[in-house]
């Protein structure tokens, strides 16, 4: 299976909650990346976090990784209609110089 | 922070033609640039690397004769689908690297993607 597999593959919540999305990888990695992807647009990049970090916060993003379980979450606090999107989860392998991609999640909040 | 255009966004041609799509790093030099094709409801695949004034490198069952890239300057990399057919309607997707403080974090930056329509 895919470097990069996250869960759930869609998630439906009400404006104001929170949202976690996870994601598992399987090979060492330099660093994990979260991306936003708007329907029918290119991706945005949220949040870099390092092999030897735990735990980043940009705004109301909370990324975790842990390496001994290879996997990585993505919270996103407070959520807004705005925020409807997919978000990916993308390995950088060590030694690498390419990214993997996870199949995404599909994340709805309503009004 | 990096921006990456990429025209055109919509596209739609005849069965047989030919489709150039380009990708321009806009306020940085893009010495490695990605492109992906993405189905819908699914995640990006990666079709070739493409660096600066060197042969593109392409994945396992792209066909290179197919989808012709051109990386002719450090802010410029084009995709060509030769001979379309229905099949290779997608939405295709560049992106660049950056290099920062002489170190290249992975981090891409995207462009905002072409959906191409081949009837």
């Known amino acids: 299976s895919q470097q990069g597999e996250e869960d759930p593959q869609a998630l439906s919540i009400q404006e104001g909650e929170n949202a976690t999305m996870n994601c598992s990888y399987k090979?060492?990695?330099?660093?994990l990346q979260w991306y936003r992807q708007n329907s029918g647009r290119g991706l945005v990049h949220l949040i870099l976090?390092?092999?030897?970090?735990r735990e980043k916060h940009s705004g109301r993003l909370r990324v975790t990784l842990d390496t001994s379980k290879k996997s990585s979450s993505l919270l996103i606090t407070a959520s807004r209609a705005a925020d409807t999107a997919s978000y990916f989860c993308?390995?950088?392998?060590?030694?690498?110089?390419?990214?993997?991609f996870g199949e995404g999640t599909q994340l709805t909040v309503n009004p | 922070g990096a921006v990456v255009s990429q025209h055109p966004s919509r596209v739609i041609c005849k069965s047989g033609t030919s489709v150039k799509i380009e990708c321009r790093s806009l306020?940085?030099?893009?010495?490695?640039m990605f492109w992906y094709r993405q189905f819908p409801k699914q995640s990006l695949m990666l079709m070739a690397t493409?660096?600066?004034?060197?042969?593109?490198?392409?994945e396992q069952g792209v066909e290179k004769d197919k989808f012709l890239i051109n990386h002719a300057s450090l802010t410029l990399s084009t995709l060509t689908v030769t001979s379309a057919h229905p099949e290779d309607s997608s939405f295709y997707i560049c992106?660049?690297?950056?290099?920062?403080?002489?170190?290249?974090?992975?981090?891409?930056?995207f462009g905002e993607g072409s959906r191409l329509t081949v009837l």
């Open positions: 090979t060492s990695i330099n660093n």
């Open positions: 493409s660096n600066e004034g060197s042969k593109a490198t392409y």
């Open positions: 993308a390995t950088l392998p060590a030694g690498g110089s390419r990214l993997t």
């Open positions: 976090i390092r092999s030897n970090e």
């Open positions: 306020d940085f030099q893009a010495t490695t």
């Open positions: 992106s660049a690297t950056a290099m920062r403080n002489r170190a290249n974090t992975g981090e891409l930056f």
